[in-house]
């Protein structure tokens, strides 16, 4: 037995729209329907009652409609309010047991077909069963957004680890960076004020003539244009926005090693190039460069911590049809497999204590992907070696 408790678990939040053209029946029944549903309309016709389902300002949970009407019968208002909305839950209620007209009704999609007279049992065991499923959908819906809320909510938080990781690894290499680019800039100042101590003396000496102004304009000229290629390298390298441009990949790795040629040279590192055909690819150049130059300081931090004597790194590029393939490559003696597959993942590092964060590689991966590339890693003969697949412009 169905009793009014269970069916109003599930009407009591629901709208109802109630279609019947008999005035003494709908005023009957709605006075019944209000005590579960928590709204309820009626109308007299199918004319009116498709005018009140389209004027609604919320949506009507279930239809309960009367199928012979006068101005539009219950077929035609129920295939209009389909066309509208063809989820609509929809109970037929009729005096006539028309089986070709019921199964037209079943075909347009109504949940349920009652006979009158309807017994009070039967309306509580078609509201039960239709309102309840009606209910659990909307629970369901709800759980749903709930939940997509939430992984919004974790992705954004994510997001914003992401930007706050990427951050830090900016600072550490700028502070890497600064160094560098202070000891690069100590060669050409010491050659400037050697000069310049030269000249004095010559100057002295009486022994200034033409040649040896042209030899000191010309050696302190090429001094500052290192200067400020190395700052204008440095600048370019953490200006922020940086725009999508066409560059050749040759430019942006020699561009990469000007600003790591003082770690390089005090680490004994050799760089072996090996460019084939240097096309031009459509990138954000800051990126990739960021991404050789964590590169580089992996194979550096290899080189000191296996004790390698010889350190050579090869960076080579291959024109693959519409990709180009960039390769860096040491001689480090390689990483375990077991550690290989998990070098690229947040806070994961192979060094010692103290001596790395995990997060060079992890925002390596990040900004290979930001720039629509791919990368892999793989163990060479005699190292590890970086496999970079960028599109070609």
Not at 177 to 194: E, G, K, R, T
Not at 221 to 226: S, W
């Amino acid at each position: 037995m169905i009793d009014f408790e269970m069916v109003h678990k599930y009407t009591k939040d629901l709208r109802l729209l109630y279609v019947e053209d008999d005035e003494l029946l709908r005023n009957a029944n709605i006075k019944v329907f209000e005590r579960f549903f928590s709204v309820c309309v009626d109308a007299y016709d199918g004319v009116d009652g498709l005018l009140k389902y389209k004027d609604s300002v919320e949506d009507f949970d279930l239809i309960i409609t009367d199928l012979n009407m006068p101005r539009m019968d219950g077929q035609e208002m129920i295939r209009k309010i389909l066309e509208i909305n063809t989820e609509q839950s929809i109970i037929v209620v009729s005096a006539h047991n028309d089986s070709e007209k019921l199964l037209e009704l079943i075909a347009q999609g109504i949940t349920n077909f009652i006979l009158k007279p309807v017994s009070p049992q039967l309306l509580l065991q078609i509201l039960y069963k239709s309102c309840k499923t009606i209910t659990d959908s909307k629970l369901a819906q709800t759980y749903h957004q709930e939940l997509q809320e939430k992984v919004n909510t974790q992705v954004e938080a994510l997001r914003k680890q992401d930007q706050i990781l990427m951050h830090q690894a900016k600072l550490a290499s700028m502070g890497e960076m600064l160094d560098a680019v202070a000891h690069q800039w100590l060669q050409p100042l010491n050659v400037i004020s050697s000069n310049v101590e030269l000249l004095q003396m010559d100057f002295q000496e009486g022994k200034i003539d033409k040649k040896a102004l042209q030899e000191f304009f010309s050696t302190f000229e090429h001094q500052t244009m290192y200067l400020q290629d190395t700052l204008h390298e440095f600048r370019a390298f953490f200006r922020p926005n940086e725009n999508i441009k066409y560059e050749s990949i040759s430019d942006i790795i020699n561009n990469a090693l000007l600003l790591s040629k003082d770690e390089l040279t005090s680490n004994q590192i050799e760089i072996v190039l090996d460019i084939k055909n240097d096309p031009k690819i459509k990138i954000a150049t800051n990126g990739l460069k960021h991404v050789i130059l964590n590169l580089l300081s992996n194979s550096r931090d290899a080189f000191v911590e296996h004790n390698i004597k010889e350190r050579i790194i090869k960076i080579s590029t291959l024109s693959e049809e519409e990709d180009l393939l960039l390769c860096v490559e040491d001689n480090a003696g390689g990483i375990e497999e077991k550690i290989l597959e998990h070098i690229f993942e947040a806070h994961y590092t192979t060094k010692g204590e103290g001596k790395g964060t995990g997060i060079g590689l992890y925002m390596t991966k990040i900004i290979i992907e930001k720039l629509n590339a791919d990368i892999e890693v793989n163990n060479s003969e005699n190292g590890v070696k970086f496999s970079i697949k960028l599109p070609i412009a």
